[in-house]
């Protein structure tokens, strides 16, 4: 599994948005000039991060984004899984997957839903309040 630029991108939008929370709402432009991402782009990532609520969204003078809850309540895993649509190491745990016919008798299957396991609790185990207070470069 590798995460997309899309899903790399929403969590450092939700994380801009977090350092910025004084509960009004952020300009658009303010947030991708801070974090070098095309408007466009961004635009649709917030689309779709507002129509699961994970942000509020106003048009008009005074419009922008805000977080919905605070950053303590953000798992860094439900912004990825959002993003991305799956977490999914591989393709047979896809929740949109038919899976496979083989997965009665596989038995790399116990192997592959562990590393799911693994990939879901080690992101869900960090907030966006979590990565707020980590030392990194980006």
């Known amino acids: 599994m590798m995460i997309s630029t899309k899903g790399r991108y929403a ?7 977090a350092d910025h929370n004084t509960g009004d709402y ?5 947030i991708a000039r801070r974090q070098e991402i095309s408007v466009k782009y961004l635009e649709n990532i917030l689309a779709s991060l507002s129509r699961v609520d994970l942000v509020d969204a106003t048009r008009g003078k005074g419009g922008g984004y805000r977080l919905s809850k605070p950053p303590s ?10 993003a991305e649509g799956s977490l999914a190491s591989v393709a047979c745990l896809k929740g949109d ?5 083989k997965a009665e008798h596989c038995r790399a299957l116990p192997l592959w839903q ?3 396991k693994v990939i879901v609790e080690y ?9 707020q207070n980590l030392e990194g470069t980006d």
Do not use: F
């Not at 952020?26 to 303010?30: C, R």
């Open 26 to 30: 952020i300009p658009l432009k303010d």
């Open 11 to 17: 969590l450092r939008v939700m994380l801009d948005l």
């Open 123 to 131: 992101l869900n185990s960090y907030t966006l309040a979590d990565l």
């Open 73 to 82: 309540e953000y798992p860094a895993g439900e912004i990825i899984r959002l």
């Open 114 to 116: 562990g590393l799911d």
């Open 97 to 101: 997957s038919v899976g496979c016919e």
